[in-house]
């Protein structure tokens, strides 16, 4: 339903999205994974068409965001990061606006905005003025106008970011009804946001995809045992390697020790814990115990959380190494408002 292909995007100074390609079957929720400034949102806007690509393509249901691009828009909804609502206008009047606009004709706009009030449980509110529903009110007309048509696909932006947690699961279940007419990319910076609710998760880092896998297998290490990796230093004197293996594979838990790397005065191991096993604890305690220095102990494979951190730093690690790049955060300019 969607395909990327060495998509780039160059914003003057900053390469925002870097060469990523994917492709979304349709009918699945994936989830755009990443930290604020990865490039969630630029790559949102080229396939909804706001911006063209420097490079590479993408097509929707076969159609490409450059040449065709209204056959594109026709397919897609786009809840933006901060919906384009008005907050002067009722909620009805406002959704029968944009389903004229979406070039629904004149005799279908009534039924349709009923139906979308319905299916986004806001018909008890359709006679309000936008400005006076709260937030996650207001989130539920933003993803009723990107229905409005009833497009194939459906990109979300960040949909439960601002909300409070009672909003925040009835967005998610809102979105859950939804995937099986549609095919769903939501973006977000939280990972149990797409534990809950996808399928295919894209991780997506400086512009870079950095995995792509189900959640469940990259959340199935989660329910595995866990792995730990400690660097351990001689405080004074030189290491025993065997001395040092020897010590934690005592560690009450410990299933597998495998040597990782050394370096002048330091080793590193890691440490697979029996299933069920917490071993981190234990761990510190002997090393600590047997005089040495516990430089990093560090569990491995873990949540989708620890592998999101781990791809990251090593991103870092590298960008840092090569030259003194500002950080995304520093280097964040304001948004154009659509
Ligand atoms: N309109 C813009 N002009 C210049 N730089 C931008 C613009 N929009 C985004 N950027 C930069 O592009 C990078 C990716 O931003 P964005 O796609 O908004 O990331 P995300 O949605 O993942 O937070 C960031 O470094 C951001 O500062
Ligand atoms: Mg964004």
Same mark, same amino acid.
């Given at each position: 339903?969607?395909?990327?292909?060495?998509?780039?995007?160059?914003?003057?100074?900053?390469?925002?999205v870097?060469?990523?390609?994917?492709?979304?079957?349709?009918?699945?929720?994936?989830?755009?994974?990443?930290p604020?400034?990865?490039?969630?949102?630029?790559?949102?806007r080229?396939?909804?068409?706001?911006?063209?690509?420097?490079?590479?393509?993408?097509?929707v249901?076969?159609?490409?965001?450059?040449?065709?691009?209204?056959?594109?828009?026709?397919?897609?909804?786009?809840?933006?990061?901060?919906?384009?609502?008005?907050p002067?206008?009722?909620?009805?009047?406002?959704?029968?606006?944009?389903?004229?606009?979406?070039?629904?004709?004149?005799?279908?706009v009534?039924?349709?905005?009923?139906?979308?009030?319905?299916?986004?449980?806001?018909?008890?509110?359709?006679a309000?003025?936008?400005?006076?529903?709260?937030?996650g009110?207001?989130?539920?007309?933003?993803?009723?106008?990107?229905?409005?048509?009833?497009?194939?696909?459906l990109?979300?932006?960040?949909?439960?970011?601002?909300?409070d947690?009672?909003?925040?699961?009835?967005?998610?279940e809102?979105?859950?009804?939804? $995937? #099986?007419?549609?095919?769903i990319? =939501?973006? @977000?910076?939280?990972? !149990?946001?797409?534990?809950?609710?996808? +399928?295919?998760?894209?991780?997506?880092n400086?512009?870079?995809?950095?995995?792509?896998?189900?959640?469940?297998?990259?959340?199935?290490?989660?329910?595995?045992?866990?792995?730990?990796?400690?660097?351990?230093?001689?405080?004074?004197?030189?290491?025993?390697?065997?001395?040092v293996?020897?010590?934690?594979?005592?560690?009450?838990?410990?299933?597998?020790?495998?040597?990782?790397?050394?370096?002048?005065?330091?080793?590193?191991?890691?440490?697979?814990?029996?299933?069920?096993?917490?071993?981190r604890?234990?761990?510190?305690?002997?090393?600590?115990? $047997? #005089?040495?220095?516990?430089?990093? =102990?560090? @569990?491995?494979?873990? !949540?989708?959380?620890?592998?999101?951190? +781990?791809?990251?730093a090593?991103?870092?690690?590298?960008?840092?190494?090569?030259?003194?790049?500002?950080?995304?955060?520093a280097?964040?300019?304001?948004?154009?408002?659509?």
């Amino acid at each position: 339903m969607i395909k990327v292909e060495g998509l780039s995007k160059r914003y003057a100074r900053t390469l925002a999205v870097d060469n990523i390609s994917f492709e979304v079957q349709k009918g699945q929720i994936v989830g755009f994974l990443g930290p604020n400034g990865a490039g969630k949102t630029t790559t949102m806007r080229v396939l909804t068409c706001f911006l063209p690509p420097s490079s590479g393509s993408a097509q929707v249901a076969g159609f490409d965001v450059l040449e065709q691009p209204l056959e594109v828009k026709k397919r897609i909804g786009y809840l933006p990061e901060t919906p384009p609502l008005y907050p002067d206008m009722e909620v009805i009047e406002y959704l029968t606006f944009v389903a004229k606009l979406k070039g629904l004709s004149n005799a279908d706009v009534p039924g349709r905005v009923r139906e979308v009030c319905d299916r986004c449980a806001i018909s008890h509110v359709s006679a309000k003025l936008i400005g006076k529903l709260s937030k996650g009110y207001r989130q539920r007309v933003g993803l009723a106008q990107a229905i409005l048509h009833n497009p194939d696909v459906l990109i979300l932006d960040e949909p439960t970011s601002g909300l409070d947690p009672k909003q925040i699961i009835e967005t998610r279940e809102l979105i859950k009804s939804l $995937a #099986g007419d549609h095919t769903i990319i =939501l973006s @977000t910076h939280i990972l !149990s946001e797409v534990e809950e609710s996808c +399928e295919q998760v894209i991780i997506i880092n400086q512009g870079k995809i950095v995995a792509q896998d189900t959640v469940e297998n990259l959340t199935a290490r989660l329910r595995g045992s866990e792995s730990v990796s400690v660097e351990i230093r001689a405080s004074g004197g030189a290491l025993n390697q065997s001395d040092v293996r020897q010590k934690l594979e005592q560690v009450a838990g410990v299933g597998h020790v495998v040597l990782k790397d050394t370096r002048d005065n330091r080793v590193t191991y890691e440490v697979e814990g029996l299933p069920g096993r917490s071993i981190r604890a234990d761990l510190a305690r002997t090393i600590v115990g $047997a #005089g040495w220095d516990l430089n990093e =102990l560090r @569990t491995v494979g873990m !949540s989708l959380e620890d592998i999101f951190l +781990e791809l990251t730093a090593a991103e870092k690690r590298s960008a840092r190494s090569t030259d003194s790049t500002p950080s995304t955060d520093a280097n964040e300019t304001q948004e154009i408002k659509q």
